[in-house]
């Protein structure tokens, strides 16, 4: 799938609750909006595409100085196109990161994700991210 580019609402339905999620795209212009509607989250979900080597230390600097604004604020990291060979493994994700110095008080997951070709199946481990952050938010509200 290709980045995101500008804005999309996203809504989740769970059993009891419907959340909303606002997605900013990652690139230069949409940047300087992200610590606006970050300061009204109750959540940090940062996508990553485990393929590309190349962009991981910009990934680490933006995630880093997002966070730094809310040392508490529950973190979820995808890294996402786990099925491509190219891609990094989770641990690796981790490290490139430098997952373990985002703070003690912070919970933090991290997801291996992937988008299967068509979009139709929803792999196990996007119900339990999904699960997860339903869980986070109702935690934070």
């Given at each position: 799938m290709a980045p995101t580019k500008g804005f999309n609402a996203v809504c989740i339905?769970?059993?009891?609750?419907?959340?909303?999620?606002?997605e900013i795209g990652g690139s230069e212009p949409f940047r300087s909006y992200?610590?606006?509607?970050?300061?009204?989250?109750l959540l940090l979900i940062f996508v990553v595409d485990s393929a590309d080597h190349n962009r991981l230390p910009e990934a680490k600097?933006?995630?880093?100085?997002?966070?730094?604004?809310?040392?508490?604020?529950p973190l979820v990291v995808f890294a996402n196109k786990q099925d491509l060979e190219a891609a990094y493994h989770i641990t690796d994700i981790h490290d490139a990161l430098a997952l373990s110095e985002v703070g003690n008080d912070r919970k933090m997951f991290l997801f291996g994700t992937?988008?299967?070709?068509n979009g139709s199946e929803i792999p196990?481990?996007?119900q339990d991210a999904k699960d997860l952050i339903a869980h986070l938010a109702a935690?934070?509200?």
């Amino acid at each position: 799938m290709a980045p995101t580019k500008g804005f999309n609402a996203v809504c989740i339905n769970t059993e009891d609750k419907q959340m909303e999620f606002l997605e900013i795209g990652g690139s230069e212009p949409f940047r300087s909006y992200w610590e606006t509607y970050l300061s009204k989250g109750l959540l940090l979900i940062f996508v990553v595409d485990s393929a590309d080597h190349n962009r991981l230390p910009e990934a680490k600097k933006h995630l880093h100085q997002l966070i730094g604004t809310n040392p508490i604020l529950p973190l979820v990291v995808f890294a996402n196109k786990q099925d491509l060979e190219a891609a990094y493994h989770i641990t690796d994700i981790h490290d490139a990161l430098a997952l373990s110095e985002v703070g003690n008080d912070r919970k933090m997951f991290l997801f291996g994700t992937q988008v299967t070709e068509n979009g139709s199946e929803i792999p196990s481990i996007m119900q339990d991210a999904k699960d997860l952050i339903a869980h986070l938010a109702a935690d934070v509200q």
